[in-house]
């Protein structure tokens, strides 16, 4: 979604709005009105055959066209023996296209082309898919048939030759009501919520114990799509731990998965011993055992627990969770940054985390939810707000909040001995920024990542999307 969702704030509309009913229907209109200069841009790009619309006869040897992004493979993959692929990466990301048991193109940078032959393969279906870790868990596979007689269509299946543009614009419209609904009823939309604050067992020798499960369990990121997940308690985000500067605290791993696992506490000083590096500090924790992380929380963190071992299926797959120490002592109070004074007295009305992610079986989400699951936030005009954004995927994401400059007050935790106000905050995979912000203004106020394929698909607005509602 680009600025001009907030140009309408300016426009006709203006201050109109003052039910989240309504306001969300004006959002709709900005929606749309993008959604169409995004499908104008792709035709220009990516509508080079001069498509007449028509579809090829069947010859043995055509090339059907394949196209690659985040993170779908789309084609009319039914095709006569001896046909050729080919394959176009139209994503941002590398991607590749693998044939089961048969060949493969290299990796692809976005914009580039490869031609994959079928030559050698018998009648039947054949699995594809992006070989790039976490692109086929992402969504990157689907089925190649070679069947004879069939029809290769020539048009381009970005794009299509005759793009339906009304269907293009109900399918944006409709992507929101979910969303809407949601709002106004309240209610959740999917099964189960993340990132859940956990109570601490007070053991005998005085610290406070957190007991982590690992274990493989379903878990329901957008209406309906329910994936296989890698979770901590069963929950994406994994509980929140919420310690302060003193605490003797102890994290407690149980392993229920099929497979050698431990914990990272990133962000968190502690011995060596407890870095969670198997087999370095520690042997694997495997399946039935349990391993205690011990540490003296020394200063203010804003940490992250995740696995060391197997991280890069692990993580994208949903192991992830935060570890808050006296963050609430990291806030500006009392600062003037760029005029504007942040109160002496702040008291946030919420202190929260919205962890990213965009691989594995996850995918592009925000606290483990794609839109229009993800968590819509109520806030009334003149509140302030605090939000520790982590990233634990592996892209990077520009996270732009509507209307509302945010100050980055800390890094990583790292409290800044200079904050600074933005619109848009960049967030690496492993970083953490905290922002704070105030909702100034009453409106719906969309919060997105701002790689815009991490936001919108064709079939509407998904993935790295939220909203405001200030009343
Ligand atoms: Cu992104």
Redesign the pocket.
């Known amino acids: 979604m680009s600025e001009g969702t907030e140009v309408a704030e300016t426009g006709p509309t203006a201050n109109k709005a003052t039910n989240p009913y309504t306001m969300l229907l004006t959002m709709l209109g900005g929606g749309v009105a993008i959604a169409i200069v995004i499908f104008a841009i792709g035709l220009v790009a990516g509508n080079d055959d001069g498509g007449d619309g028509t579809t090829g006869s069947a010859t043995p040897g055509d090339a059907v066209p394949v196209v690659l992004s985040e993170f779908a493979i789309d084609g009319n993959l039914v095709v006569p023996p001896g046909a050729a692929l080919d394959v176009e990466n139209a994503g941002s990301q590398v991607h590749n296209l693998y044939i089961e048991g048969d060949g493969n193109t290299a990796d692809l940078a976005g914009g580039e082309s490869e031609s994959l032959s079928t030559a050698g393969l018998d009648p039947g279906d054949y699995t594809v898919y992006c070989a790039i870790p976490g692109h086929r868990e992402a969504g990157m596979e689907t089925t190649l048939s070679i069947e004879e007689g069939a029809v290769i269509s020539t048009d381009d299946p970005h794009t299509g030759a005759n793009p339906d543009y009304a269907q293009l614009d109900e399918d944006m419209i409709n992507s929101f009501q979910p969303f809407v609904d949601q709002v106004t009823s309240g209610e959740r939309n999917t099964e189960g919520v993340g990132a859940q604050d956990m109570e601490p067992v007070i053991d005998p020798d005085g610290y406070k114990r957190f007991d982590l499960v690992a274990e493989i369990g379903e878990w329901e990121i957008e209406p309906g799509n329910v994936v296989e997940a890698w979770t901590f308690n069963g929950m994406v985000p994994g509980p929140t731990i919420k310690v302060n500067v003193g605490d003797k605290v102890r994290i407690r791993l149980i392993n229920k998965m099929p497979l050698g696992t431990d914990i990272h506490l990133h962000g968190i000083r502690k011995e060596n011993e407890f870095d969670g590096v198997s087999p370095l500090t520690q042997d694997l924790t495997m399946q039935g055992e349990t391993f205690d992380y011990e540490f003296t929380a020394i200063e203010p963190a804003v940490g992250m627990y995740h696995p060391h071992a197997h991280g890069y299926i692990a993580i994208p797959n949903g192991m992830w969770g935060a570890v808050l120490v006296s963050s609430d002592s990291l806030l500006p109070r009392g600062q003037t940054v760029s005029g504007v004074e942040i109160p002496a007295d702040l008291d946030p009305v919420l202190e929260d985390v919205m962890v ?1 992610n ?1 691989a594995g079986t996850i995918g ?1 989400s925000l606290n483990g939810k794609s839109f229009p699951a993800t968590e819509p936030y109520a806030f009334n005009v003149g509140d302030w707000a605090a939000i520790h954004y982590y990233n634990e ?1 592996l ?5 732009h909040l509507h209307q509302f400059p945010q100050l980055i007050y800390a890094k990583d935790g790292i409290p800044l001995d200079q904050p600074y106000w933005a619109d848009t905050v960049n967030i690496a995979p492993g970083e953490r920024y905290s922002v704070l912000f105030q909702t100034a203004r009453p409106g719906v106020w969309v919060w997105h ?3 815009l394929n ?2 919108e698909r064709e079939s509407g607005m998904f ?2 999307v939220t909203a405001l509602v200030v009343s």
Request: proline share 6%; hydrophobic share 45%.
């Open positions: 990213l965009d592009l995927g892209q990077i994401h520009p996270m990542c701002h790689i991490h936001a993935g790295m």
